[in-house]
C-alpha cells in the first residue's frame, strides 16, 4: 500500500517540476545578461512548442493515461510562461557566435519613488539604430552602466540569431 502511495508521487514530481521551471529562468535574467536587440517571438514559440511536447510526454508516459482538456490548457499555459521566460536564456547560453565591438551609449532614465532606473543601451550596427534595456546587474563592472554615457558594446548573435549585447566596456 505503502509502496503504491510512494509511486503516485514520484510520477507526479516531473509535470510538477516542468510546471516549475520558470522559477530559475526568472532568477538569472533579474541577474545575469539575457538582454536582447529586437523580437524574441519566433525563437518563444518554438521553446513554447518543446516543453508542450515535454509536459503532454510526461502526463502520457509518467501517469499513462491521456491528458484531458484541463490538463493540456495547464500544460500550454506552463508551456507559454516556461517558453517565454527561457528563451533569452537559451539564446545565451548556447551562443557561439564572433564577437562584434561597436561604439554605444547608455542613458539612465531617472525614476521617481522607489525601484531601479530604467538604463536603455544605443548601439548603430551596419548604419541601423538598436535600443534595449538592459539589466544593470550583469553589467555592473563598467562605470558607464553606472553613470550612463558612451561606450563599448561586443555584440553577439545569439542561439537563435538574435542579437544580444554580451559585454559593455567604458571607452
Given at each position: 500500500?505503502?509502496?503504491?502511495?510512494?509511486?503516485?508521487?514520484?510520477?507526479?514530481?516531473?509535470?510538477?517540476?516542468?510546471a516549475m521551471m520558470w522559477i530559475p529562468a526568472l532568477g538569472l535574467q533579474k541577474t545575469g545578461r539575457f538582454d536582447y536587440f529586437g523580437s524574441m517571438v519566433l525563437p518563444a514559440l518554438v521553446v513554447i512548442g518543446v516543453f508542450?511536447?515535454?509536459?503532454?510526454?510526461?502526463?502520457?508516459?509518467?501517469?499513462?493515461?491521456k491528458p484531458d482538456r484541463e490538463d493540456v490548457i495547464g500544460i500550454l499555459s506552463v508551456a507559454a510562461l516556461?517558453?517565454?521566460?527561457?528563451?533569452?536564456?537559451?539564446?545565451v547560453l548556447f551562443?557561439?557566435?564572433?564577437?562584434?565591438?561597436?561604439?554605444?551609449?547608455?542613458?539612465?532614465?531617472?525614476?521617481s519613488g522607489r525601484g531601479q532606473?530604467?538604463?536603455?543601451?544605443?548601439?548603430?550596427?551596419?548604419?541601423q539604430r538598436l535600443t534595449t534595456e538592459i539589466t544593470p546587474g550583469g553589467y555592473w563592472e563598467?562605470?558607464?552602466v553606472r553613470i550612463g554615457g558612451p561606450c563599448r558594446v561586443q555584440l553577439r548573435r545569439g542561439a537563435f540569431g538574435v542579437l544580444r549585447p554580451a559585454e559593455i566596456r567604458d571607452r
Open positions: 500500500m505503502q509502496s503504491k502511495i510512494v509511486l503516485s508521487a514520484l510520477r507526479s514530481i516531473a509535470p510538477l517540476l516542468v508542450t511536447l515535454l509536459g503532454l510526454g510526461s502526463i502520457v508516459r509518467l501517469l499513462k493515461r516556461n517558453g517565454w521566460f527561457w528563451t533569452p536564456v537559451f539564446n551562443d557561439f557566435s564572433a564577437p562584434k565591438t561597436v561604439d554605444g551609449e547608455i542613458v539612465i532614465k531617472r525614476r532606473d530604467h538604463r536603455k543601451l544605443t548601439v548603430e550596427l551596419n548604419g563598467a562605470g558607464v
